[in-house]
C-alpha cells in the first residue's frame, strides 16, 4: 500500500511539472510580440497580450493607439510612440488590451460605454475613459490624413466591443469580436453573448470593405476571417447533442490554440448550450 502511494504521488508531482512547463511555453507564446510595418505611419503590434495599431500623422505629432497590451509588452509599445498628441482606443476591457493604459496619462482614452462599475471590477485601477461610445454609435478622428471611425457594435465579446475602421487604408480592428486560429475566451461576467456575436460578425461582414483585419488575437488576416469566426460558432452550436458531429469538430479545430482553463472546443460547447438554456 505505501509503496502505490509513492508512485501516486511521483505521478502527480510529474503531471503538476509538467502542466508547468507547458503553461510556460504557453504563456511565452501568448506574450511574445510580432511587429508589422504596414506602412511608414501605420504599424501592428501582434501578440503581448491583445493585438494592437499604432497610427501616426505624416508630420509626427498625433497618434492614435489602439489597446495597449499588458505587463513587459504594454511599455515596449509605450515607447513606440513618440507623438505629444495621442488618443487611446480600447477595444473592450479585458485587462490583455488595456494593462497599459496607465502609460499615456495624458493621452485621451475612448472605449465602449461601459458603466463605471463594469469599468471599475475589470479594468485594474486604470482610470475610466474621457470618452465612450454607445452601442450602434461610432465617433470619426482625424490623425493626418486617415479618417478612423471607431464604432460600437454593441454587444458581443463583452457588453460593448469597439471596432476600428481606418477608411483610405480598408484596414478593420476587430478587438476580441474576432479570433484568429484561436478558440475565444467567452466570460460571462463580462457580458459575453454568442448570439448576438454572430450577429455582430455578419454586420461587420456587410458595413466593411477591408482590405486587411487586424483580429484581437492572432495573425493579420482578411475579410473572409469574419465568416470564419461565425462558421466556428454556428458548427459548435449545430453539434450540441451530436457526439458525432463533436467528434468532427474536434479534429477540424485540434490546431486552434487554447488557453488552459479559460478557452477550448468543450468550453465554447458549453457556453452555447448554456446560453441556449438561459434564453
Not at 505611419?41 to 508630420?59: A, F, H, P, R
Not at 515607447?79 to 488595456?98: F, W
Request: with cysteine; hydrophobic share 40%; charged share 25%.
Amino acid at each position: 500500500m505505501k509503496k502505490n502511494l509513492i508512485i501516486a504521488g511521483c505521478i502527480i508531482v510529474v503531471a503538476i511539472c509538467v502542466a508547468g512547463v507547458s503553461f510556460h511555453k504557453m504563456f511565452r507564446k501568448f506574450m511574445a510580440v510580432e511587429t508589422v510595418r504596414y506602412d511608414p505611419q501605420l504599424t501592428i503590434y501582434l501578440g503581448g497580450g491583445g493585438n494592437s495599431i499604432v497610427l501616426t500623422s505624416e508630420d509626427g505629432s498625433k497618434a492614435l493607439v489602439v489597446d495597449t497590451k499588458m505587463g513587459g509588452a504594454a511599455k515596449k509599445l509605450r515607447d513606440e510612440v513618440k507623438a505629444k498628441e495621442i488618443i487611446v482606443v480600447n477595444t473592450h476591457l479585458h485587462r490583455d488590451h488595456i494593462g497599459g493604459n496607465m502609460l499615456y496619462p495624458d493621452a485621451k482614452i475612448i472605449s465602449g460605454a461601459y458603466t463605471r462599475e463594469q469599468w471599475k471590477s475589470n479594468a485594474n485601477n486604470n482610470r475610466y475613459p474621457d470618452e465612450t461610445v454607445k452601442p450602434n454609435e461610432e465617433i470619426v478622428e482625424k490623425v493626418g490624413t486617415e479618417t478612423v471611425h471607431i464604432r460600437n457594435m454593441g454587444r458581443a465579446h463583452t457588453w460593448n466591443d469597439i471596432v476600428v475602421y481606418c477608411e483610405n487604408r480598408k484596414l478593420l480592428v476587430t478587438g476580441d469580436i474576432l479570433f484568429i486560429s484561436m478558440h475565444p475566451v467567452l466570460f460571462t461576467k463580462t457580458g459575453a453573448n454568442v448570439a448576438s456575436w454572430v450577429t455582430i460578425l455578419d454586420s461587420l461582414n456587410n458595413r466593411y470593405q477591408a482590405k486587411a483585419v487586424v483580429p484581437g488575437h492572432g495573425k493579420v488576416s482578411d475579410q473572409g476571417a469574419l465568416m470564419t469566426m461565425k462558421d466556428y460558432f454556428v458548427s459548435i452550436g449545430d453539434a450540441i447533442g451530436s457526439p458525432e458531429k463533436q467528434a468532427a469538430l474536434k479534429q477540424k479545430y485540434r490546431a486552434y490554440f487554447k488557453v488552459p482553463g479559460m478557452s477550448g472546443l468543450e468550453k465554447t460547447l458549453a457556453f452555447i448550450e448554456n446560453e441556449r438554456k438561459n434564453h
